[in-house]
Antibody
Framework: QVQLQESGPGLVKPSETLSLTCTVS?????????WGWIRQPPGKGLEWIGS???????YYNPSLKSRVTVSVDTSKNQFSLKLSSVTAADTAVYYC????????????WGQGTLVTVSS | DIQMTQSPSSLSASVGDRVTITCQAS??????LNWYQQKPGKAPNLLIY???NLETGVPSRFSGSGSGTDFTFTISSLQPEDIATYYC??????????FGGGTKVEIK
């Protein structure tokens, strides 16, 4: 059974960098597919942030591209998100997910982690 | 970006009712559309992919149809466990994946 688990600080100060890691179990990232991050502000809808292929190629939401870095560490079976220059608008539940088609279909998701941006 | 417009934003129906949600894309996306269910406090769950294909393990009362710009998601007989918010999502316009605004389904 494929499982994903997000980890990282739950509180980030404005203007700093948000960093999260997703640990995958039950499937080897190096075997294929792509791996993505999606967020959901409290009480609002879903927003895709960016994804990374198992080969480490990346693609990002154009609206966030200047602030986002997604990377993969196949040796640890993890992938990571960095979002720079955060503001209160970046407060959200952040989900990691597997993109089974490597083109935008997310079949396995982590439970999500709430990140609050506040001083 | 391709905008995805879902309607209604919320609905209330009785157990056993047929429930229909629509999703309209701002441009032709062929059949590159998924439907997800999100229960309160939980991650989204993929129900339908490629507009009409039922994900493995998903009950057959869920279905999807449509192509181009107009799509429909149907619950043939609403069950209490179907209380959730449902989202459509297009993946025609990589790298700009976008979700609809969601439809909250409640029991009357």
């Amino acid at each position: 059974q494929v499982q994903l688990q997000e980890s990282g600080p739950g509180l980030v100060k404005p203007s700093e960098t948000l960093s999260l890691t997703c640990t995958v179990s039950g499937y080897s990232i190096s075997s294929g597919y792509s791996w993505g991050w999606i967020r959901q502000p409290p009480g609002k809808g879903l927003e895709w942030i960016g994804s990374v292929y198992h080969s480490a190629s990346t693609y990002y939401n154009p609206s966030l591209k200047s602030r986002v870095t997604v990377s993969v560490d196949t040796s640890k079976n993890q992938f990571s998100l960095k979002l720079s220059s955060v503001t209160a608008a970046d407060t959200a539940v952040y989900y990691c997910a597997r993109d089974v088609a490597a083109a935008g279909t997310f079949d396995y998701w982590g439970q999500g982690t709430l990140v609050t941006v506040s001083s | 970006d391709i905008q995805m417009t879902q309607s209604p934003s919320s609905l209330s129906a009785s157990v056993g009712d047929r429930v229909t949600i629509t999703c309209q894309a701002s441009q032709d996306i062929s059949n590159f559309l998924n439907w997800y269910q999100q229960k309160p406090g939980k991650a989204p769950n993929l129900l339908i992919y490629d507009a009409s294909n039922l994900e493995t393990g998903v009950p057959s009362r869920f279905s999807g149809s449509g192509s181009g710009t107009d799509f429909t998601f149907t619950i043939s007989s609403l069950q209490p466990e179907d209380i959730a918010t449902y989202y459509c999502q297009q993946y025609d316009n990589l790298p700009a994946l976008t979700f609809g605004g969601g439809t909250k389904v409640e029991i009357k």
